[in-house]
């Protein structure tokens, strides 16, 4: 089976959400510079490292904690979808 020269691939539409993340991710750090006041110096923030299905969490305080721990579920569960949905759709 040859594939067209100008079809898509899967590799292709990672890369391109790889550089997207980024992208997303230096727009972000750009619009807190600009919004933050000059003179505050605290910050809150929370942070999320996915091993595999194990989600490590870190945070400043109790709400950021928390939103970060709704995206690790919504992660793993949204990781677990894809991960099944070829072994569903080919039986």
């Known amino acids: 089976m040859v594939r067209a020269m100008n079809t898509p691939s ?3 539409l990672g890369f391109l959400l790889i550089i997207f993340g980024f ?3 230096l727009i972000a750090m750009v619009l807190l510079v600009v ?3 000059r003179g505050s110096s ?3 923030g929370a942070g999320l490292l996915l091993i595999g299905p194990i989600p490590i ?4 305080d ?3 904690v928390k939103v970060v721990m709704i995206l690790a579920i919504v ?5 677990l979808v894809v991960m099944l949905l070829p072994s ?3 039986r």
């Open 10 to 12: 899967i590799t292709n």
């Open 23 to 25: 992208v997303l991710a």
């Open 35 to 37: 919004r933050s006041p």
């Open 42 to 44: 605290s910050g809150r």
């Open 57 to 60: 969490v870190f945070g400043t």
């Open 62 to 64: 109790k709400q950021s």
């Open 75 to 79: 992660l793993i569960l949204l990781a």
């Open 88 to 90: 569903l759709v080919g």
